[in-house]
């Protein structure tokens, strides 16, 4: 009975990951592709993907830099719109804008005389422009098992850089510390201090 619950449970930690990721996948695709009603699977995911990549184009080469700022300038007027558009555009950069934030891991002390320590990610250093302290950062600490995390301004002397994969530490960070992480092997993934 004992090698069975064994079995089971091994079996668990095989099907349980693929099916979530599969499931996310699915649902994922069948949301996108419901924005436009036709029913020929994927075609509307197909339309979607080519809307936004020449929209992409269109914003690169032909909207100029002027008729952007007075549309960011008109909803930055609107209360509730302005926290919406600028919270989901910021999130956009962090993650896939020429402004991508999490590219910095570090290690922080939040206490002066502390052993305890947070991974997290340096969003800002220059937070001088502020604050009359010249020596607080803004670094970002995710959750576990979560997609949130809180923002704290510490002292540099506080945070120690990591020579890791930023999106292997986010990735070792949400699930717990139950993922591994290697040391970064590529000039290009050293943090900067």
Do not use: C, W
Not at 1 to 16: A, D, E, N, P, T
Not at 60 to 65: A, E, N, Q, T, Y
Not at 94 to 107: E, Q, R
Not at 151 to 163: G, I, M, Q, R, T
Request: no cysteine; proline share 5%; glycine share 6%.
């Amino acid at each position: 009975m004992k090698s069975l619950i064994k079995y089971f449970l091994q079996g668990l930690l095989y099907v349980v990951p693929i099916t979530v990721t599969l499931y996310v996948i699915y649902e994922a695709f069948m949301m996108i592709d419901g924005l436009i009603p036709i029913q020929i699977p994927g075609l509307g995911l197909l339309i979607v993907v080519i809307f936004i990549t020449v929209m992409g184009v269109v914003g690169r080469h032909l909207i100029s830099d002027k008729i952007i700022d007075l549309f960011e300038g008109t909803l930055k007027r609107a209360p509730l719109i302005n926290v919406i558009y600028t919270a989901v555009k910021d999130l956009l950069n962090a993650f896939v804008g020429d402004k991508k934030s999490f590219k910095k891991p570090v290690v922080v002390k939040l206490f002066e005389n502390s052993e305890v320590r947070r991974l997290g990610f340096i969003t800002n250093e220059n937070f001088r422009d502020l604050t009359d302290s010249n020596d607080l950062i803004t670094v970002y600490l995710p959750h576990s098992y979560n997609i949130s995390g809180n923002v704290f301004l510490v002292p540099a002397s506080y945070v120690e850089p990591l020579n890791v994969n930023p999106s292997d530490l986010m990735k070792y960070t949400v699930s717990g510390g139950v993922t591994e992480v290697e040391r970064a092997v590529h000039d290009d993934l050293e943090p900067k201090k």
